[in-house]
């Protein structure tokens, strides 16, 4: 049997906070809301193409940690360092990859990599 990662979710406090930060500070795009009458959870998508959900829940921060890929990590870096919650700086890595990390509003960490 072959598997593939398809979808990851984070749980939030507040979503409309949540939706207006991750739209806000990382450009992401809300492509659906669930239930249509009072949502709970938001479906993005980011330029790249890739999809990620938040989901508002008792239970946050969500554990562990998210890395998104991108094509210019220090441009990121600059846009991003001054206005939000940084856990660690730009640095290289020993395995060849530059990387910074931040928190979202309820605490989730989202790591952003350049290969």
């Given at each position: 049997m072959k598997?593939?990662?398809?979808?990851v979710r984070a749980n939030v406090k507040d979503l409309d906070e949540a939706i207006d930060w991750y739209k806000s500070t990382l450009?992401?795009?809300v492509v659906a809301t669930w239930p249509p009458e009072k949502p709970n959870y938001a479906h993005f998508e980011a330029d790249n193409g890739a999809t990620f959900?938040?989901?508002?829940?008792?239970?946050?921060?969500?554990?562990?940690?998210?890395n998104f890929n991108t094509n210019n990590v220090e441009q990121?870096?600059?846009?991003?360092?001054?206005?939000?919650n940084v856990i660690?700086?730009?640095f290289s890595t020993p395995y060849?990859?530059?990387k910074f990390t931040i928190t979202d509003l309820d605490g989730n960490e989202l790591g952003f990599v350049q290969d």
């Open positions: 598997t593939k990662l398809a979808h450009g992401f795009k959900a938040i989901m508002e829940h008792e239970n946050y921060p969500s554990l562990g940690r998210l990121l870096w600059i846009e991003l360092k001054d206005n939000v660690e700086e730009l060849g990859t530059r």
